[in-house]
């Protein structure tokens, strides 16, 4: 019997949000009232969530998960073992190719003098 009466109260609170889609909670609750019915707020969002009044998972807790994951997605962190993001390497047509070679001969040159000057090094150690 019981689940009767609280289908029929979900079912009042359904009419009501559709003659009405304002309708307070405490105005609703008193016409069911004088109808016999017996309603709980949990019912009137049931009731909107069943006419598309709300989304389902908007409720507080959803909205603070969903503020700190993009917090955290644009504090860039990352989980254990993932690659750093590399930056754009600035490649725009001949001009880029041809400048990114030319740095990376200068840096392949930088790269072999300090390879020489280590090689040197430890020849004078060893002798």
Do not use: C
């Not at 289908?7 to 949000?17: E, I, P, Q, R, W």
């Not at 707020?41 to 389902?56: C, E, N, Q, T, Y």
């Not at 690659?83 to 990376?104: E, F, H, M, Q, Y």
């Not at 930088?110 to 020489?116: F, H, L, V």
């Amino acid at each position: 019997m019981a689940a009767k009466k609280n289908a029929d109260g979900l079912a009042f609170l359904v009419d009501a949000l559709r003659k009405d889609r304002n309708v307070s909670y405490a105005d609703a609750q008193a016409a069911a009232k004088k109808k016999g019915l017996k309603v709980w707020p949990i019912m009137f969002g049931k009731a909107k969530h069943i006419l598309g009044h709300v989304k389902s998972g908007a409720g507080k807790g959803a909205k603070r998960r969903a503020a700190k994951a993009a917090k955290a997605m644009s504090a860039g962190k990352r989980g254990p073992g993932r690659p750093r993001k590399i930056a754009a390497t600035g490649v725009d047509g001949l001009d880029g190719i041809v400048a990114a070679v030319r740095n990376s001969r200068q840096e392949l040159a930088r790269y072999q003098s300090a390879i020489e000057r280590i090689g040197s090094i430890i020849a004078s150690i060893r002798a």
